[in-house]
């Protein structure tokens, strides 16, 4: 399996996301994708996927936070991130987004913000991994908008509504340890209508763990307790699953070229 969302680089990993790297391959975890929040946070993944190459593969983008971070140098920071980018050794652009929840920035600039990031990421060809919270109707509308980018709704933790609404752009939905959370039924009834070739799962490392390891620090080895309940959710073999949405991350990050 594929944890297609961490922060390997996080604070929480210090001194430990070798292990971490290690504790995962043994519980059956063959690749990570490590998230870049920033573009000194995108370095650090970067060299991280360079030491572990083949399992450990890096992304980069100013999110909603590190966007709000740069203030009024955004443009300084979204000309560092197109160098960063164009240097390689990246499989997406992201994660990037909207936030309405912490309403960082203006929505129209962190529209702005974030169609900008798109459109980098069409130039370049690369995939988009997006962040969205309390914004599902802005996002749809905005990916609707721009048809020449590809990607993941990471996190998703929408109902049916609004994961057909992604659905029927043809973006991915990758689900992370709330579906295991036993309040979080929307949350699977939209992991139920999902066509197999359009699912993935994460751990969005070092929060969220899932159900039992929930209050714990979460790590990548944990997907495998939001595999099982994705597919406990959907009635399906978890090989089955587990094959698929492998499959899925191979080929939305070109793992294999
Ligand atoms: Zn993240």
């Known amino acids: 399996m594929i944890d297609t969302h961490c922060h390997l680089t996080h604070a929480k990993f210090a001194g430990d996301a070798d292990d971490a790297i290690a504790r995962a391959l043994a519980a059956g975890v063959t690749a990570c994708v490590t998230i870049g929040t920033g573009v000194d946070d995108g370095v650090r993944a970067r060299e991280l996927a360079h030491r572990h190459a083949g399992v450990v593969f890096a992304t980069v983008g100013l999110d909603p936070f590190s966007s709000r971070a740069a203030g009024p140098a955004f443009d ?107 309040n979080a039924n929307e949350v699977r009834e939209a992991a139920r209508l999902v066509p197999l070739d359009r699912i993935l799962v994460e751990t969005d490392s070092p929060y969220l763990a899932p159900s039992p390891k929930r209050g714990a620090r979460c790590e990548p080895a944990f997907v495998v307790h939001t595999l099982q309940a994705v597919a406990a959710a959907r009635g399906e073999d978890v090989s089955i699953l587990e094959s698929a949405t492998t499959a899925n991350a191979r080929a939305l990050f070109r793992l294999d070229r």
């Open 76 to 182: 300084d920071a979204h000309r560092a991130l197109a160098e960063l980018l164009g240097a390689g050794g990246f499989v997406a652009v992201g994660e990037i987004g909207l936030d309405y929840h912490y309403d960082l920035d203006p929505r129209k600039i962190q529209a702005e913000r974030f169609e900008r990031q798109l459109d980098l990421a069409a130039g370049i060809d690369l995939p988009v991994v997006i962040h969205v919270r309390e914004a599902h109707d802005d996002m749809a509308a905005i990916l609707k908008s721009h048809s020449r980018n590809v990607g993941v709704i990471h996190s998703f933790t929408g109902g049916p509504e609004e994961a057909e609404s992604y659905l029927a752009i043809g973006w991915y939905l990758a689900f992370n340890g709330v579906v295991t959370f036993k």
